[in-house]
């Protein structure tokens, strides 16, 4: 492609060294389809005519089918997919192919076959994120009247719906959906008509180029969009904190698949066994996904490394925007789908999860808020029921069975009622604001997701 400046072939080590075509002829069909639409444009400015057109548009056609059905043959030493289609066009069409790559560069056409590929895998990803909410909400629905002790520093807190917990998440991934979304605005800018990096003599109808690509936007600045890969850097950020929930609920699920918890048993088909303990029964996609988050976390660093230090505009640095994202994309569209499916078959394990919840120290909080009802002031009720608790502890006697003069000693503001605290269900049901564990609250949540969810 550029042979007249040079008197010999680059090296072979350099051709292997450099080539992207393994990786990036995954962009061959937003290559193809920005390739008409410039050809379009081309025609529209007389550089080539309505017949030259067709047959380029025919010819890329003929290429992108063939890389379909896996007969195109992609050849390395034509470095990548921009230059193994451009080439096999001319080989094809002859003459009137070598005409396509007026007033481009690979600079603005890689940005564009990028931008292009990461809106359509954002919004893919997008709707199996959804999937996989709907298959959590399937799940809380399913275990509607299940409690849990809540956790923090993995110490038994206060109690909650299971529902609420796994409400958690819904939440947590409704923000990706919105931020992915949220990207994809700043990714629908078109490039091409940058150039390799100050546009071109030859200015072309950018707008509608555009319009024919589905882009909102024009980039308005060259230099920059050559050179701009921060719209691959958010998407692998988007990517990398999917990952990062999916990584909390895996852990999640791993402890409370545990002997120690047994909260959960995942389905056959999503565990594994051992080759040497016969009686395992391992929860891999969750250790997996755990695992993999690393990697989208690494890809993300490893674009913005990349970027660092780059001085304008385009530099070859930024081949290296592709295997991170094209590996984060297929991780965690995997990770997403087969959630969505070990979520849809998991099942609680009731009498487990309501004998954690019988740990009367998960009402010390209520016993608090109690006394503070009767006037005593936050910090003292904090006080009395931190006694009121070593004293259960150090005599075995849970507080339900603590007799009520011993209450009396500790605060006078004790009567009888104080045993209406230890029921499960009035302490979830008294939790009633906004956002709080009541089973009022979690159906709401649920029928609000529902809806939400079918839109
Ligand atoms: N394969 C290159 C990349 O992904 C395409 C752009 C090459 N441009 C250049 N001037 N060498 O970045």
Known sequence: MWKGRFKSEPSSLLTLYGESISFDWRLYKQDIIGSIAHAKALERKGIINTEELKTIKDGLESIGKDIEQGTFEFDTSLEDIHMNIESALTERIGDTGAKLHTARSRNDQVSLDMRMYCKEEISYLIKEVKNLQSSLINCCETFSEVVLPGYTHLQRGQPVLFAHHLLAYVEMLSRDTDRMSDAIKRID??????????????????????????????????????????????????????????SRLSEDIILWTSAEFDFLTLSDQHTTGSSLMPQKKNPDIAELTRGKTGRLNGNLISIMTTLKGLPMTYNRDLQEDKEPLFDSIDTIQNAVAIFSEMIGEMKVNEEK??????????????IADYLVLKGVPFREAHEIVGKLTAHSVESGTPFQEIKMERYLEFSCHFDESVFDLFDIKSALNSREATGAPSPKNVTIQIDKWKTKLSD
């Open 353 to 366: 999860t309501l004998e954690a919840c019988s740990d009367p120290f998960l009402f010390a909080t209520d």
């Open 189 to 246: 800018v078109m490039p091409l008509g940058s150039g390799a990096l100050a546009g071109s003599t030859i200015s072309l109808d950018r707008e509608f180029i555009a319009q024919e690509l589905g882009f909102s936007k024009l980039s308005q600045n060259s230099m920059d969009a050559v050179s701009d890969r921060d719209f691959v850097a958010e998407t692998l950020f988007c990517l990398a904190m999917v990952g990062i929930h999916l």
